[in-house]
């Protein structure tokens, strides 16, 4: 199944607004209820959760920063130069 660009962007912004932050308290409330272990085993915890959110949605965000691939190329709008301005039009 392939996403279209702006299924893609539209998704991302979900995930990115919605999912992390549902994710983040996920991941705390779980680590929380586990028996507090040193401050470096937590801390490669929340690494590895802080990287294993996104492996799932590569997908959608790959290109994203791009220009939409399928989009047609606007037509340049040229404008007439604009002339300076004098100390008398303030």
């Not at 209820?33 to 040193?38: D, F, I, K, N, V």
């Not at 937590?42 to 799932?56: N, S, T």
């Not at 959608?60 to 040229?78: H, L, N, S, W, Y």
Request: glycine fraction near 6%; charged fraction near 20%.
């Amino acid at each position: 199944m392939t996403l279209s660009y702006k299924a893609r962007r539209r998704w991302s912004l979900f995930i990115l607004l919605i999912g992390m932050p549902a994710y983040v308290v996920g991941a705390v409330t779980i680590v929380n209820a586990l028996e507090r272990p040193s401050i470096l085993v937590e801390f490669l915890v929340y690494v590895v959760l802080g990287v294993a959110w996104v492996l799932p949605f590569r997908f959608v965000f790959r290109g994203i920063g791009k220009p939409d691939p399928d989009a047609e190329p606007e037509a340049r709008v040229t404008r007439p130069p604009r002339a300076p301005d004098t100390p008398g039009d303030r």
